[in-house]
């Protein structure tokens, strides 16, 4: 005797449930993100992310003392998000507009 139930393939590419699972998916990564940029203290891991830079290129800067960071109680090191927009803004270059206004 057959059974009337139908086995729904989550894994094929052409199926509505197949597609609400991806897009499920993709709602929680954005959802991961959207927290790590709200939070005030980010971690390295987070803030080499957020320069868009390797977490080593991160402990290079650490180690010149480059970029502001916070290790207490010699534990990991963290990073305030104001510092990290700070540098990003370091370098800043005025733009012909602003420095003719400037004379």
């Known amino acids: 005797m057959k059974s009337n139930e139908q086995f729904i393939d989550l894994n094929a590419e052409d199926t509505c449930e197949a ?10 990564i954005l959802k991961e993100q959207v927290h790590s940029l709200t939070k005030p203290v980010l971690n390295h891991q987070e ?6 830079i390797t977490p080593a290129y991160l402990y290079k800067l650490n ?8 290790r207490p109680n010699q534990g990991k090191l963290t ?25």
């Open 19 to 28: 597609n609400i699972c991806d897009l499920l998916n993709e709602i929680q």
């Open 47 to 52: 803030a080499s992310e957020y320069l868009n």
């Open 63 to 70: 180690s010149k003392n480059t970029i502001p960071y916070c």
């Open 79 to 103: 990073y305030l998000k104001t510092d990290l927009d700070m540098y990003l803004m370091s370098s800043r270059r005025k733009s012909l507009q602003e420095l003719e206004t400037e004379l």
